[in-house]
């Protein structure tokens, strides 16, 4: 009998951003927040003080023709490091934030078929809380077992969450860094024989209080200053939360082969702008090749030099 590997809550309406008019649904089930006297919102923006306590509703919508159980929960949210996405915590991990502090009236809620059921719930911010934005979501957890693909040795339990994006008033302070500059070469062992890229990786860093959305430059100079690339590059996260890291990368298709420059990563958001580098040598292989043979041949007459220079000292002091 083959073993079942049951995986986390799978949070897909959380990991990628939805458009601002749809609730986060997958299908099967959204959660969203209650409709106020204002109209629908597509998720929760909330501002407090510290020591404050706030009250909302959050609706769960049953789409299928079955009632469904859900257990509901807060949780804090943060960047995957795959991608940057938005994404949260399961139940189980620790709390800090916004999961710590929203409590839902009920923890398990049934749904009747092609129904809703609205759960109000309170958020207190505690009186030592961080200014600054905080991240998270009210979760509906389907503790079913179910087994995508069809597959038999992995199952997961799938959940849904509507975003709550919280501002604790006080100072906010934005602050941004480029950190781990790395560049990897891939090129032919012949110079000219093929194309070669390079790999470049760094590390995003909101060092500040608030959510950023960032924007990045890849600069490539050669030697004397040649301008060998400029890019604005995609694939950045539009909501980088606060105090997350995210280590990305970029291919560089068509990168030199034989070139010795450096390559500036150049951050930008809200007011705030840093760069930094790294230093690279592009040599083909075979060059590489020619270079160790040659300084390792200069080696080996380095030493037997050095071995002969010492042999008749040695006889000297025998002499005598």
């Given at each position: 009998m083959r073993k079942l590997h049951v995986l986390g809550a799978v949070l897909a309406a959380l990991l990628y951003a939805a458009p601002a008019a749809h609730a986060a649904d997958n299908g099967s089930w959204s959660v969203f927040p209650t409709a106020s006297q204002l109209g629908s919102r597509p998720y929760f923006y909330l501002s407090a003080d510290p020591g404050t306590t706030l009250t909302d509703q959050v609706t769960v919508t049953n789409k299928t023709s079955a009632p469904l159980t859900f257990r509901l929960y807060a949780a804090d949210a943060y960047n995957t490091e795959r991608d940057g996405g938005f994404a949260v915590r399961t139940e189980k991990e620790k709390q800090r934030g916004v999961g710590a502090w929203a409590r839902p009236e009920r923890d398990m809620v049934t749904v009747p078929a092609r129904g809703s059921v609205t759960v109000p719930y309170t958020l207190t911010v505690p009186a030592t809380a961080e200014p600054g934005d905080h991240a998270g979501a009210l979760v509906a957890l389907d503790e079913r077992l179910s087994a995508p693909g069809g597959s038999v040795a992995v199952a997961v339990r799938q959940a849904v969450g509507a975003r709550v994006y919280l501002r604790v008033n006080g100072p906010a302070v934005a602050a941004l860094s480029v950190e781990d500059v790395t560049m990897s070469h891939q090129r032919p062992l012949v110079p000219g024989t093929g194309r070669s890229s390079a790999l470049i990786s760094y590390t995003l860093h909101n060092r500040g209080n608030v959510t950023l959305?960032?924007?990045?430059?890849?600069?490539?100079?050669?030697?004397?200053?040649?301008?060998?690339?400029?890019?604005?590059?995609?694939?950045?996260?539009?909501?980088?939360?606060?105090?997350?890291?995210?280590?990305?990368?970029?291919?560089?298709?068509?990168?030199?082969?034989?070139?010795?420059?450096?390559?500036?990563?150049?951050?930008?958001?809200?007011?705030?702008?840093?760069?930094?580098?790294?230093?690279?040598?592009?040599?083909?292989?075979?060059?590489?090749?020619?270079?160790?043979?040659?300084?390792?041949?200069?080696?080996v007459r380095a030493r037997v030099r050095r071995g002969r220079e010492r042999v008749p000292e040695a006889v000297r002091h025998q002499g005598q």
């Open positions: 959305d960032p924007k990045v430059v890849l600069k490539a100079e050669g030697l004397f200053g040649r301008d060998l690339l400029r890019r604005d590059l995609g694939k950045i996260p539009s909501e980088l939360l606060p105090r997350q890291k995210i280590r990305l990368t970029e291919r560089w298709a068509g990168a030199p082969q034989l070139e010795w420059g450096e390559i500036t990563l150049t951050a930008s958001a809200r007011d705030v702008r840093e760069s930094a580098g790294v230093s690279f040598l592009a040599l083909p292989w075979l060059v590489v090749a020619v270079l160790t043979a040659g300084l390792a041949a200069a080696g």
